[in-house]
C-alpha cells in the first residue's frame, strides 16, 4: 500500500508564497510520474503540475511562471513552491503518484490565500 503524506498548506495573502511537501511511502521512481492536483469548492479536481520519471514537466497554463515543482529522490519527497500567490489558487491541493496499475492519492492540504 503507497501512501502520500501533504504537507505546508496554510492561509496566506495574496502576492505570498507557500511550499508544499509530499512524502511518499516508497521509492518516487517506482511510479511513472508524480505531481499535484486542486480541487476548489463546487469545482472539479485538475492538474496543477507533474513530473515524469525521465525529468519532464507538465504545468498548468494558470500556474506557469509562478509555481515550481521539485523533487528529493533519496527522502522520496515531491515538493511544491507558489510563488504570486492568488484567491484562485484557493483550493485543497492533492498529492498524485501514477503507475500503470494504479493512482495513489494524499489526503490533501489546504492553501487559503485571501485578498
Known amino acids: 500500500q503507497v501512501q502520500l503524506v501533504e504537507s505546508g498548506g496554510g492561509l496566506v495573502q495574496a502576492g505570498g508564497s507557500l511550499r508544499l511537501s509530499c512524502a511518499a511511502s516508497r521509492s518516487i521512481f517506482s511510479f511513472n510520474d508524480m505531481g499535484w492536483y486542486r480541487q476548489a469548492p463546487g469545482k472539479q479536481r485538475e492538474l496543477v503540475v507533474r513530473i515524469a520519471i525521465g525529468g519532464r514537466v507538465d504545468y498548468a497554463d494558470s500556474v506557469k511562471g509562478r509555481f515550481t515543482i521539485s523533487r528529493d529522490i533519496d527522502k522520496k519527497m515531491v515538493y511544491l513552491q507558489m510563488n504570486s500567490l492568488k484567491p484562485e489558487d484557493t483550493a485543497v491541493y492533492y498529492c498524485?503518484?501514477?503507475?500503470?496499475?494504479?493512482?495513489?492519492w494524499g489526503q490533501g492540504t489546504q492553501v487559503t490565500v485571501s485578498s
Open positions: 498524485n503518484a501514477h503507475s500503470l496499475a494504479y493512482n495513489y
